[in-house]
């Protein structure tokens, strides 16, 4: 009799079950049914305008909604600085602190401890859209997450009407594409526009045009076929082996951003008075790009591969012929960084066409100070009788092959004293130097004997310590390396620039602003190292690890490190701010205000604007004694204030330890690769 208690109490459990998984499955969703297998991005159109998603968006929160890294930041001084340069007071008035903290809030008011992003979005979300108008507010997009089965259940909750939300003034209705239903459509309240729900096994989405639903659908019922995580572009820059699997993939058609939002004019400037923008200008304008496409990857470096396509139509004959160029390779690329000090700050080498950018930097020069480039021509017609600047850019082409290196680092070098040191002024500077490779060495000789020459000497200003004595200087290094020194007091800081002519697996020339550095250069290029200990950037860690996992070719390599020079850059910071804080008095209201405080004062019955020719003399000095002793106390009292800021600024900068970047260019792409070391986590 037990027995058969036990076993009808047994089948009515297992019927109860079953019937409670039919309940469950027709009510909401079957409860054993699997993930959708295929990438977020198989159920996005290839049309889209933008595209951004995160794998395992759960591990980058400590928890939710607290990024992992935030304690190391907060914790850092380049983390403090950067939060009292009014980032957290930006983020306040952004209101996201506030928002955060509510949300915080709510979550700890639930009865069960329930991680958000368990929920919706931990393990894969992705938004696209399109633009549309010339507002990115009115932009269609949808979002599309991954879900856990209470995330679905929710969803089934709300899509089913199970949840009241007449309160918020919320209505639903469900939504139906081709006779099949595929979602619901959420409406009313404070939703600015309608919104659609679907949910395509643990996928959900939520998005402002029903359009993305059924694409969606459709996507699905082919397993991805003709979508974007299928298609060409996105399985040759984002989909391919080598990567993590975690990384941010983004996608942005720059072209369609443009119509839509009117985007008029160029970007650089090209007619911008600064020399650097102007000529950066020539070398790249944004308009060029039509899409970028690539993945962003943070880790303890942030890790940047993005493709940028071209059209090609637009490209200037310059820029085609520049981004054309043959490109270099690893071992290439070390051999110049053997040139360059391990402490070096900024360290770049190119594959450029040395003519083209020469004529490129003669047309900016135009552009920017005609004066000065009639200057430099008429030395030119002086010093080698050419009719214009052509002929001696001509012999530079013909004389170095299509590549340079520049790299700058601390100046460090203790003060010089006697009759041998060069008249110099005191502005701070970095110790910079250009390398280039000799292809016609005759060429360059004919153009070092010219620059020789006792009218084009005296034409230069070059000159040693004393009126009339000599101001060249030549010597030849222990190893047959020939250094030549021009004097000129005009070069900013220490009066002289010098040159390195040496051999190695190529003929090198090197032009300084500072002659101690080239005998380092000889010395660590062929010993590996200085007598200082200094060794070479090739076999700086960072830097060897970043070229060994770079591009195989490329044309571009830029290496930062700002706190190689930063003693350098505080004194140049320092002084710009001694020399400029005056420009930051509003002149045009103080200086009138003056002019009637002194009238008032000093001179009644005269009219402000109108002084009598009697006291117009007297009045104008009183006028700037006055102007003086504002601007005095002005400087007293804030340069303190405009020193703390630019040291603030310089701790800012130690959140980026080191960085390296290459750009391999062809007539269709952009390829950039990129390492940004951050200072503010701890070493592993």
């Given amino acids: ?35 959708y297998e295929y990438p977020i991005a198989s159920l996005i159109s290839r049309e889209v305008d933008f595209y951004a998603s995160k794998k395992q968006l759960r591990r980058d929160f400590d928890p939710f909604p607290k990024l992992a890294f935030l304690d190391e930041f907060e914790a850092s001084p380049s983390g403090k600085a950067i939060l009292g340069l009014g980032v957290r007071e930006a983020l306040m008035a952004w209101r996201v602190e506030e928002s955060l903290t509510e949300l915080e809030r709510v979550l700890a008011g639930l009865p069960l401890r329930i991680d958000p992003l368990s929920v919706f979005g931990g393990q894969g979300l992705a938004v696209a859209g399109h633009f549309s108008g010339q507002n990115l507010t009115q932009a269609k997009w949808a979002v599309y997450g991954r879900t856990s089965w209470l995330g679905k259940l929710a969803f089934e909750l709300v899509a089913g009407g199970w949840v009241d939300l007449a309160a918020q003034g919320i209505t639903l209705q469900p939504f139906e594409h081709e006779g099949e239903p595929l ?18 096994q643990d996928v959900a989405i939520v998005a402002s045009d029903s359009a993305f639903l059924a694409e969606a659908g459709e996507f699905e019922s082919k397993r991805g076929q003709d979508s974007f995580g299928q298609s060409a572009k996105y399985a040759d820059n984002i989909a391919r082996s080598a990567l993590s699997g975690d990384e941010l993939e983004l996608y942005f058609d720059q072209r369609a951003l443009a119509e839509n939002l009117k985007l008029a004019g160029s970007w650089p400037d090209p007619r911008s008075s600064e020399l650097t923008t102007a000529l950066v200008a020539r070398l790249f304008q944004l308009g060029t790009v039509r899409e970028l496409i690539g993945t962003a990857d943070f880790a303890r470096a942030l890790s940047l591969d993005f493709v940028g396509e071209l059209s090609s139509n637009v490209l200037s004959p310059f820029q085609q012929r520049l981004y054309e160029q043959r490109g270099f390779d690893k071992e290439q690329l070390f051999e110049a960084a053997r040139l360059a000090p391990a402490d070096a700050g900024l360290f770049a080498y190119l594959h450029g066409d040395i003519g083209d950018l020469l004529r490129e930097l003669r047309a900016v020069m135009m552009q920017i100070d005609p004066a000065a480039l009639t200057n430099l021509e008429d030395f030119v017609r002086a010093a080698w009788n050419h009719s214009d600047l052509e002929p001696l850019i001509a012999d530079l082409d013909e004389g170095l092959r299509d590549r340079a290196a520049f790299f700058v680092r601390d100046y460090d070098y203790p003060e010089e004293l006697g009759d041998s040191v060069p008249p110099h002024d005191d502005t701070p500077v970095y110790a910079w130097a250009l390398v280039l490779w000799p292809k016609d060495q005759a060429r360059i000789d004919a153009i070092r004997k010219v620059l020789s020459r006792n009218d084009v000497v005296e034409m230069l200003k070059i000159q040693g310590a004393t009126p009339g004595s000599s101001g060249l200087w030549e010597n030849t290094l222990q190893g047959g390396a020939k250094v030549n020194e021009y004097w000129n007091v005009l070069v900013p800081g220490t009066g002289h620039v010098a040159t390195l002519e040496m051999k190695g697996r190529e003929p090198y020339l090197v032009l300084t602003n500072e002659n101690r550095m080239l005998g380092q250069i000889f010395k660590a290029y062929n010993t590996g190292s200085t007598e200082e200990g200094l060794g070479r950037l090739a076999e700086e860690t960072s830097f060897e690890t970043w070229v060994e996992h770079g591009l195989a070719s490329a044309n571009l390599l830029v290496w930062f490190a700002p706190g190689a020079m930063a003693d350098t850059t505080r004194r140049i910071v320092q002084r710009h701010i001694d020399q400029s804080a005056a420009d930051y008095i509003d002149w045009d209201a103080e200086r009138p205000r003056i002019q009637r405080e002194v009238l008032a004062r000093d001179f009644p019955g005269e009219v402000w604007g109108n002084v009598s020719d009697e006291h117009h003399d007297s009045y104008e000095m009183r006028v700037q004694e006055e102007v003086e002793r504002f601007q005095a106390n002005y400087l007293e009292q804030h340069l303190p204030e405009l020193r703390a800021e630019s040291e603030s600024w310089m701790e800012a900068s130690t959140a980026v330890r080191n960085s390296f970047f290459e750009l391999a260019t062809d007539r269709k792409r952009l390829r950039l690769h990129g390492r940004i070391g951050l200072g503010f986590l701890t070493e592993p």
């Fill in 1 to 35: 009799m037990g027995r058969r208690i036990l076993r009808y109490a047994l089948v009515g459990l297992v019927l109860l079950l079953l019937g409670g998984l039919w309940a469950f499955s027709f009510f909401f969703f079957n409860p054993f049914e699997g993930g």
């Fill in 183 to 200: 979602g619901v459509q959420v409406s009313g309240g404070q939703l600015a526009r309608p919104l659609f729900l679907a949910r395509i």
